[in-house]
């Protein structure tokens, strides 16, 4: 057995890894699984604030896309049409569940040791604060926040991804920053 064999498939675009996928080359679906399993699990664990239904979301959304593979017309588009499953499963998830969002899942650990304990209990503080400034906004808002703050998206792909014009996800996104301003305001 020889590693050359697996690192032509890394290099390949997505469109070329799709178009293999599709023919039934699993391996190329995996490749596509490995490349972009990280980004969508890590809109969905924003968006849930749950690790257990961000692994489900993640794995529900693979098995569709490999399920459904044949339908997508542009082999390219598919990062793009796996954001829109991940963002609508998990919109999905928030309307069964009012969720609690961390920004970050891993600040509930204690602070470093060498840390100062008012400046620990500040950033707590703000974490807490964000978190609920996040809870509070509605889901469409959420998600277009996130994936234009953490995920860096332009106003096209959000709006792709969540089914409205640039301009409606533009004023999604003004509102939750916004609203996020003001409830951050003691913190600045």
């Not at 469409?140 to 959000?158: H, K």
Request: charged letters at 25%; glycine letters at 4%.
């Amino acid at each position: 057995m020889t590693t050359t064999e697996a690192v032509p498939d890394i290099a390949l675009d997505d469109a070329t890894l799709v178009s293999r996928a599709r023919d039934g080359d699993a391996r190329a679906y995996e490749q596509l699984v490995i490349r972009y399993q990280t980004r969508m699990f890590r809109l969905a664990i924003k968006m849930l604030a749950d690790r257990a239904d961000a692994e489900d979301v993640v794995q529900e959304v693979f098995l569709t896309a490999w399920r459904r593979l044949p339908q997508l017309a542009v082999d390219a588009a598919f990062v793009g049409w796996l954001y829109r499953m991940t963002t609508n499963r998990c919109l999905n998830v928030i309307r069964a569940r009012r969720p609690r969002v961390d920004i970050d899942p891993d600040a509930t650990e204690s602070p470093r040791s060498d840390a100062q304990p008012e400046h620990a209990a500040q950033v707590s503080g703000q974490l807490a604060a964000l978190n609920e400034a996040l809870d509070a906004l509605t889901p469409g808002q959420r998600a277009c926040w996130l994936l234009r703050e953490l995920d860096g998206l332009s106003y096209e792909e959000i709006g792709e991804i969540v089914g409205a014009n640039t301009t409606a996800v533009r004023g999604r996104i003004a509102r939750a920053r916004a609203q996020l301003a003001e409830v951050m305001t003691p913190w600045r």
